[in-house]
């Protein structure tokens, strides 16, 4: 057996996100967010779940943390939901919203445990939906407000914060598909809504420049990597159509200062037509201390005349693992992302901020969750991480996704991507999976066995 040891300093985390694990959707003074909208709209989430009660998080955060040590973990990425600490995304702050968060990072730091804040994860206020949320350049300003009462309330104690959790996704599903809060399907406003966002980046990351706070500031991607599925010129093309509309759609602004190229043709006209207004790249390309990378999956793709997306097809080799979300099992993708990025666009401190795999786990006759397949998962993707840190990438910690089974978001309650199991028919009943035991192994010895 191969023993495979990290970096002294290497941090094993975890993650969750506000909506998703929180419950008391409505106590304490919180306003409605667009999730708690979308969820309470019939049709949207799968079963008609909601996260008005999730893991009830909110009352049993100490109970939580209490597994987070057990577990042996060195940092938990939380993110704050917006709509707790300013109901109307503006205005009256609610102090009942900052005491929450106040204790449960105090209790982190009694564990031992240091907590790394997302400011955004997908929950935005629902008062500024209804001005146009995203959509509406207003909102950048509400955001750098609200980050900065974040970092004047809690800038003392949390060293580690990120902007934006997957901004793709917020434009993407939120504002192109519509599968995401709050349901739109418009292409241009998709584009106007990832530009704001980043714009709003930027600016976060120059009031926490100015406030002088001790402690580093990033922003979280979901990323791939992109694969053609033949040689032929036309399948390599769509690949590169796919890393243009995942990857250089946020890593170009951030790190270059433009949007790619390719990007700009495939939307022709409506790319023109976004509000992008001069200095926006600058305040965009913000000198930040690290990149969050948040990996599950390839793409492996060929082109197809008739996809509508930008006639790009995905493939699924037929001979792959697959999870239970249908995501393809391929951890050497893990490897070639974190070499691209490294060697194209940073060499800042890269964090795996999110990795981790749903399956169909149940409770055994002997009351435990046995989830082999997640630890086989997970110990593929250690192992090529360890790899780019001998090979120079400065890949400094690594959270997995997620701390417990959760609500995920469209899908409800029907996918697990825990490593402590949530029965959700019994009182949410917390159970360690094997995974939990296993990556308490790995973290007590910062050492991976293969």
């Known amino acids: 057996m ?12 975890s993650a969750t996100a506000s909506y998703q694990v929180e419950g008391a959707f409505d106590e304490d003074a919180k306003g409605e967010s667009i999730w708690d909208r979308f969820s309470h709209t019939p049709g949207k989430v799968e079963n008609g779940d909601t996260g008005d009660v999730a893991c009830d ?164 991607l979901n990323l791939t990597s992109s694969y053609p599925n033949s040689n032929s010129q036309e399948d390599n093309e769509a690949a590169k159509r796919m890393e243009a509309c995942i990857n250089g759609w946020f890593l170009e602004p951030l790190f270059k200062g433009k949007y790619p190229e390719k990007l700009i043709e495939l939307y022709g006209a409506k790319f023109n037509q976004l509000d992008i207004r001069a200095g926006d790249m600058d305040i965009i390309k913000e000198e930040i201390d690290f990149l969050g990378i948040n990996y599950y999956s390839r793409s492996l793709v060929r082109h197809n005349e008739d996809s509508d997306f930008f006639k790009i097809e995905g493939v699924k080799p037929e001979d792959s693992k697959y999870t239970a979300m249908d995501w393809e099992i391929y951890p050497d993708g893990l490897y070639d992302l974190l070499i691209k990025v490294n060697r194209e666009y940073t060499q800042k401190p890269l964090y795996i901020t999110e990795n981790g795999a749903a399956f169909d786990d149940e409770i055994s006759e002997d009351g435990r969750v046995h989830d082999q397949e997640r630890i086989n998962y997970l110990k593929s993707h250690f192992q090529r991480a360890y790899k780019t840190i001998k090979e120079g990438v400065p890949l400094k910690g690594y959270y997995v996704w997620s701390l417990m089974d959760n609500f995920e978001w469209a899908y409800g309650y029907d996918k697990r991507f825990g490593i402590i199991y949530i029965d959700y028919n019994k009182d949410r009943k917390r159970i360690l999976k094997d995974s939990a035991y296993w990556y308490q192994n790995v973290i007590a010895n910062n050492t991976l066995d293969i």
Request: aromatic share 12%; glycine share 8%; no cysteine.
């Open 2 to 13: 191969n023993k495979l040891i990290f970096p002294k300093d290497f941090i094993w985390g």
């Open 57 to 220: 998080h909110y009352h049993r955060y100490k109970e939580d943390i209490a597994l987070m040590k057990e577990i042996g973990i060195d940092s938990y990425r939380l993110s704050i939901s917006w709509s707790r600490i300013l109901p109307e995304g503006k205005g009256e702050i609610n102090q009942q919203g900052l005491d929450f968060y106040r204790n449960l990072i105090d209790e982190l730091l009694k564990a031992g445990i240091k907590p790394a804040i997302t400011i955004y994860h997908w929950d935005l206020p629902q008062a500024l939906q209804d001005e146009g949320g995203w959509a509406n350049r207003q909102t950048v300003k509400y955001f750098v407000d609200y980050a900065e009462i974040l970092f004047n309330e809690f800038g003392d104690v949390v060293s580690q914060w990120i902007t934006h959790n997957e901004p793709y996704v917020v434009a993407v599903h939120g504002h192109l598909t519509g599968s995401h809060a709050p349901g739109i399907k418009d292409p241009k406003v998709a584009m106007q809504v990832a530009h704001n966002i980043l714009l709003s980046h930027g600016l976060t990351v120059k009031k926490y420049r100015e406030l002088e706070l001790d402690g580093e500031i990033g922003i979280t």
